[in-house]
């Protein structure tokens, strides 16, 4: 069964700090590896990995994918109370349907 | 820009009870899928389709069941309500393989 898992499982940070989230998979074979940063309802689209080693940017956010040592890291600089939020990672099987695998997610308060 | 909704957003059933869960998009996606969230835990697929008459169990599809009449909706029906249904649950249509996901809805079986 493929396995997504994600560390830490809770986080709290002074606004200003610099987060890391990782991501860990058991697949054997996926597509492509996303986040998505979920607040109080349903998940938002951040990023989507599909090679190993190239950096995925978008303001203070940015992500990589390690292929080889199964796993992908959420940077997030500067954090804002704006980005308190549960941050869940997910792959994709092959195939043309995107059924995703999620984690557990992170959930990052960021406080004042 | 309606994209993916649900209906309703909030529902209390009691255990044996039946109900449908509605979900329709106007992004002509061709793939939609329901997830249901337990607290504290990831997204686990329930349904897919990924087309107008097709359908798939995800893995958890035990006690609901999807239709796929038109590439707009896409329906999740609950047939004999159960405490351990209680869950919130999410529509999503995907386009390139990123998911587009409706507001959720939360349902409480007692």
């Known amino acids: 069964e493929d396995k997504v898992v994600q560390s830490p499982l809770s986080l709290v940070v002074h606004e200003g700090d610099t987060v890391t989230l990782n991501c860990s998979y058991e697949?054997?074979?996926?597509?492509?590896l996303l986040w998505y940063k979920q607040e109080k309802k349903a998940p938002t689209f951040l990023f989507m990995l599909t090679s190993s080693g190239i950096e995925k940017k978008s303001g203070r956010l940015s992500s990589i994918l390690d292929k080889k040592e199964l796993f992908s890291i959420l940077n997030i600089t500067a954090t804002q109370t704006g980005d308190s939020a549960v941050y869940l990672c997910a792959v994709t099987p092959p195939g043309t349907a995107s059924k995703l695998t999620f984690g557990t997610g992170t959930r990052l308060q960021v406080t004042l | 820009n309606a994209g993916v909704t649900q209906t309703p957003k909030f529902r209390i059933l009691k255990i044996g009870q039946s109900m449908t869960l509605q979900c329709t998009q106007d992004?002509?996606?061709?793939?939609m899928y329901w997830y249901r969230q337990d607290p504290g835990m990831g997204l686990k697929l329930i349904y897919y389709s990924v087309g107008a008459g097709i359908t798939d169990k995800g893995e958890v599809p035990n006690g609901y069941n999807v239709s796929r009449s038109t590439t707009e909706d896409f329906p999740l029906r609950l047939e004999l309500a159960a405490p351990s249904q209680t869950s919130v649950y999410f529509c999503a249509s995907s386009y390139a393989e990123k998911l587009f996901f409706g507001s959720g809805t939360q349902l409480s079986v007692l």
């Open positions: 697949v054997t074979n996926f597509r492509s």
């Open positions: 992004m002509n996606h061709n793939y």
